[in-house]
């Protein structure tokens, strides 16, 4: 079993920064996967940015050079740093982990999941 939570989220304005962390605790952090998904208002979870086999990162095509995932596994911290924001990035953003050999894609194929952390971007 695998505990997450996440911090860091807020209200900015657009054209500002957030960082997002997630603190996993309960297995080794190096086994697993470790990603952030959002959930807009009124809309389905989407995937925002991942690490998946052996460190290769992957971002949704639409947030490349916006935004940053990071890794600390001597911290067993995950992060997220959010730059550029517009008020379409709000959401709530949810880290997730899976072990590190498990494949899938879209939410349902990621095993473990933090409560949420609300990032508010206003015009």
């Known amino acids: 079993q695998v505990q997450l939570v996440e911090s860091g989220g807020g209200l900015v304005q657009a054209g500002g920064s957030l960082r997002l962390s997630c603190v996993a605790s309960g297995r080794t952090f190096s086994n697993y996967a470790m990603g952030w998904f959002r959930q807009p208002p009124g809309a389905e979870r989407e995937f925002v940015a991942a690490f998946r086999w052996i460190g290769t990162i992957d971002y949704a095509d639409s947030l490349k050079g916006r935004f940053t995932i990071s890794r600390d596994d001597v911290k067993n911290t995950l992060y997220l740093q959010m730059d550029n924001l517009k008020p379409e990035d709000t959401a709530v953003y949810y880290c997730?982990?899976?072990?590190?050999?498990?494949?899938?894609?879209?939410?349902?194929?990621?095993?473990?999941w933090g409560q949420g952390t609300q990032v508010t971007v206003s015009s």
């Open positions: 997730a982990a899976r072990p590190v050999l498990k494949r899938g894609s879209g939410p349902s194929s990621w095993d473990y």
